[in-house]
């Protein structure tokens, strides 16, 4: 009981933070952001959110080649049992394939700002701008490698489950064979999600809120993330009322 | 409240099968398997009865209905 009161307040903890950090960006994203991101550079603006960003993309690849490890180390040592084995080869995968996504997100981010910046850029700094555009673009071909790398293993693990990384429909096709319990599993993670990202939806406006009241209104924003929460909303009304055909 | 309680793991000991061997007899993964084990998956009509079929067991004597404490 003390320990379910202790998790409870653990994850409101989080998601306030989320839901704070997001209020936050949104509210103060034209000053304080701009200041912290392109005042203190080393060579050129944004600099510093390349290296912010490089920096999480590389942890990304680190947390990546361990789970690739330990996929690989778990059929050669037999420290645990069988079931234990297949359970840790299970996590691991999942790691795989998630950080395979969440790298391919930060490359993504990185690449498109590189070249919205070097279509902006003044002749004294172009060549470093044009640099971080070769650099980002390296990366975000090498992320790509990277997720037909974890496809290819999940393939070579799992052939019943054949995944194809070009068909627009992968993750149609892999829920479509999932079993019973794979399938509730997902549900429950794809609710959960649903209830924290309302709740992050909540503290972020009312951030925004206040933010307009003592400071600076700002109905952009404001609409903006609004905007974003019905849209999350109108998404389940519509799948959900699909349920009550007659 | 009601909290479905199972044998599965005593039994799998038993007939000396893993979580993937007993997965793969009855046509599903070791994941299902293992979330039935820990109570966090009630499984369907279908899948308790080749279970069943697997242990030469009763579904009854393999998933009870317990009070939780």
Redesign the interface.
């Known amino acids: 009981m003390k320990n379910k009161m202790l998790n409870l307040i653990m994850k409101g903890a989080i998601l306030f933070a989320v839901g704070f950090s997001v209020g936050f960006i949104a509210s103060y994203g034209e000053e304080y952001i701009q200041l912290l991101v392109t005042q203190p550079y080393i060579i050129f603006p944004y600099d510093l959110l390349y290296g912010i960003l490089l920096t999480i993309i590389i942890i990304g690849y680190t947390l990546f080649y361990k789970n690739i490890k330990t996929y690989k180390s778990m059929g050669k040592n037999h420290l645990y049992?069988?079931?234990t084995s297949?359970?840790m080869i299970?996590k691991a995968f999942y790691q795989i394939i998630s950080l395979s996504s969440i790298i391919f997100i930060f490359t993504f981010i990185w690449f498109s700002l590189s070249i919205m910046q070097l279509n902006q850029v003044s002749n004294s700094i172009f060549v470093y701008v044009f640099m971080n555009f070769i650099l980002s673009g390296i990366f975000l071909i090498t992320s790509l490698v990277t997720q037909w790398y974890a496809f290819h293993l999940q393939n070579k693990k799992y052939p019943e489950k054949k995944l194809d990384l070009l068909s627009s429909k992968v993750n149609e096709a892999y829920f479509n064979m999932?079993?019973?319990?794979?399938k509730?599993?997902t549900y429950k993670i794809s609710y959960s999600v649903f209830n924290k990202m309302n709740v992050i939806f909540v503290v972020a406006l009312v951030l925004l809120f206040t933010y307009g009241i003592l400071f600076t209104f700002s109905a952009v924003t404001f609409l903006f993330v609004g905007l974003l929460w019905i849209t999350m909303n109108g998404i389940y009304y519509f799948e959900g009322v699909k349920t009550y055909k007659i | 409240m009601l909290k479905l309680k199972n044998r599965l793991k005593e039994l799998r000991a038993r007939d000396g099968l893993?979580?993937?061997q007993l997965a793969r007899q009855i046509?599903?993964?070791?994941?299902?398997?293992?979330?039935?084990e820990r109570g966090d998956?009630a499984?369907?009509i279908i899948?308790a009865l080749k279970i069943s079929r697997v242990f030469r067991e009763s579904v009854e004597e393999i998933f009870q209905l317990e009070e939780e404490d």
């Open positions: 049992d069988e079931d297949e359970l299970d999932m079993d019973e319990g794979e509730y599993e | 893993n979580q993937t046509g599903a993964s070791r994941q299902t398997i293992s979330l039935i998956y499984p369907s899948l």
